[in-house]
């Protein structure tokens, strides 16, 4: 299990950052390689990340959900469920969400298995906290 | 005056890898498919077609690479990383020492040019020899993915392996 904890700025209104994390169609693309391949309803998605590392890519497919959610508290958690399409690996998260004005924080727990895994955790705590940041600049322009 | 060319013989690129994550990459050997090199007692002149790389093989990396990912390096070498620029190198000194010579040049490479020094051996018929080129001084940004995890290595080998026609 990778843990990782990341902040992010967005310098919008907490009650903007509330909706933008929670809609699902929006959120999923910033996440390099992410797509929604289906949304189910607004709390579940089908989506697919394609991760490139030069020549090689690996794409893991599965769902994303809203797992939790406080309105009130302005956190919620999406659950990522995925597998390795060209493997018997997978990739799952639980991505907190504490939303605040101006930007907010980000606790994940990752669990990945299969090729990925086999970099070891540490170049895989690496990776996800590089990929992790690059999602975060994106969600200061969503 | 020696002519080479890929009907005898090889130029062969070898990059390395770098970055948290360079276990997830591959060591590249290249060929470069089109390239023509012009061999005096006094003058080494080498000129490469940047579109004519050719993976050959990689070693390392979490999954072997098969043909499409070569064709996939092939196409990322031309669409990102020499772009189809100028590859062409002229000495400016030869010096003849025994079992080969001693060249001092300089390379253009994408439009920038450098000087750079390599040892040729000859034994017989059959030329060889080695030259690092560091990306950077070329200012080339040596190629990452994976947010920048994982690098090409700054330093690539190039070398020369090739049969002398005969009367040479």
Request: aromatic residues 4%; charged residues 25%; negative net charge.
């Amino acid at each position: 299990m990778v843990e990782l904890d990341h902040s992010f700025s967005t310098g919008k209104p907490a009650d903007y950052n509330w909706d933008a994390v929670l809609d699902l169609d929006r959120i999923i693309p910033c996440v390099e390689g992410g797509k929604v391949l289906e949304l189910e309803n607004p709390d579940l998605a089908k989506a697919e990340i394609k991760v490139k590392m030069g020549a090689m890519s690996m794409t893991f497919k599965g769902t994303v959900e809203v797992a939790s959610k406080d309105e009130a508290e302005r956190r919620a958690v999406l659950r990522v469920k995925s597998k390795d399409t060209g493997g018997s690996g997978y990739a799952n998260a639980d991505v907190a969400f504490s939303l605040n004005d101006g930007g907010g924080t980000i606790h994940t727990e990752a669990k990945i298995t299969g090729k990925a895994a086999s970099m070891g955790e540490g170049v895989v705590a690496t990776v996800l906290d590089a990929l992790i940041k690059d999602f975060t600049t994106k969600l200061a322009a969503i | 005056m020696t002519t080479l060319g890929p009907e005898n013989g090889t130029l062969t690129v070898r990059t390395g890898k770098g970055g948290a994550a360079a276990k997830a990459g591959h060591n590249l050997v290249i060929e470069v498919g089109r390239w023509q090199g012009s061999l005096t007692p006094d003058a080494v002149e080498l000129n490469a077609d940047a579109r004519s790389m050719r993976v050959v093989s990689g070693s390392g990396g979490i999954s072997p690479l098969g043909e499409e990912e070569r064709n996939g390096i092939a196409r990322t070498i031309d669409e990102e990383v020499l772009k189809g620029g100028n590859i062409f190198y002229r000495s400016r000194a030869v010096t003849a020492r025994e079992g080969g010579y001693d060249v001092e040049g300089e390379l253009d490479l994408l439009g920038v040019t450098r000087p750079l020094s390599f040892a040729l051996s000859v034994d017989g018929d059959h030329l060889t020899g080695s030259a690092q080129v560091k990306q950077t001084d070329w200012r080339m940004k040596p190629y990452s993915a994976l947010f920048g995890t994982l690098k090409v290595a700054d330093v690539v080998e190039v070398s020369i392996d090739a049969t002398l026609p005969k009367g040479s």
